[in-house]
């Protein structure tokens, strides 16, 4: 069935050092990849996505890489600060209307 | 300000009890998901809706039900089938029914037994 993996599920990198965390997804015919970054006690936000047709998208200090041949994306984060500390998630589309989510990465900022 | 709204933010359970999430949206958006969040297992989906008055089953629905009245509102209630109910629950919209439009999420409702 639909799935995605993600890896690291845990990373600590020292204050202003790079961090990326990797994912595959296994359907095909996923074209949509969006990365969440989610905050203890709230809501995943929204904080970078990438389409098929693009192989990599960058906003300031995150960028995302896609491999469609290879199945995975990648999301990396330059420069980190502490206030990057968060849970990142990484989601593919599926055809039937659903995102898949992968299990998730916590990011450690050390200052 | 356009968002998602879950309430409460904290909830509490008896045994043999049934219990509501509420999730309002004023995005105009077309498609409403509920997810639960469990320590290291990421996001499982519960029931989502592409549309008013439609609504189907994600891939833990046992014990959990949703109407879809209105295109804004998207409760879910946490029947008393379901035995192991403790976890933080989100709800998200997105524009339209397809799987390549972004999800924006609420900032969840944290259910537990008393």
């Known amino acids: 069935g639909e799935n995605v993996e993600q890896h690291p599920s845990t990373l600590s990198v020292q204050e202003g050092d790079s961090a990326v965390i990797k994912c595959t997804y296994s359907?095909?015919?996923?074209?949509?990849f969006p990365w969440y970054k989610q905050e203890l006690g709230k809501g995943p936000q929204l904080i970078i996505d990438?389409?098929?047709?693009?192989g990599e998208k960058k906003d300031q200090r995150i960028a995302v890489t896609l491999n469609k041949t290879a199945k995975h994306f990648s999301l990396h984060i330059t420069e980190t600060q502490p206030e990057d500390s968060a849970v990142y998630f990484c989601?593919?589309?599926?055809?039937?209307?659903?995102?898949?989510f992968g299990q998730g990465t916590t990011l450690q900022v050390k200052p | 300000d356009g968002g998602i709204t879950q309430s409460p933010k904290y909830l509490f359970r008896k045994e043999g009890q049934n219990v509501t999430l509420s999730c309002e949206q004023n995005?105009?958006?077309?498609?409403m998901y509920w997810y639960r969040q469990d320590p290291g297992q990421g996001l499982r989906l519960i029931y989502y809706?592409?549309?008013?008055?439609?609504?189907q089953k994600g891939d833990i629905a046992e014990g959990y039900s949703v109407s879809r009245e209105k295109k804004e509102s998207f409760p879910l209630t946490v029947t008393s089938a379901q035995k192991n109910p403790t976890a933080f629950y989100l709800c998200?919209?997105?524009?339209?029914?397809?799987?390549?439009?972004?999800?924006?999420f609420g900032d969840g409702t944290r259910l537990s037994i008393l």
């Open positions: 998200a919209s997105s524009m339209d029914q397809g799987g390549n439009q972004p999800q924006h």
């Open positions: 359907d095909s015919a996923s074209n949509y």
């Open positions: 990438i389409r098929s047709n693009v």
């Open positions: 989601a593919g589309s599926s055809n039937t209307g659903k995102l898949i």
């Open positions: 995005l105009n958006h077309d498609a």
């Open positions: 809706s592409q549309i008013v008055n439609d609504f």
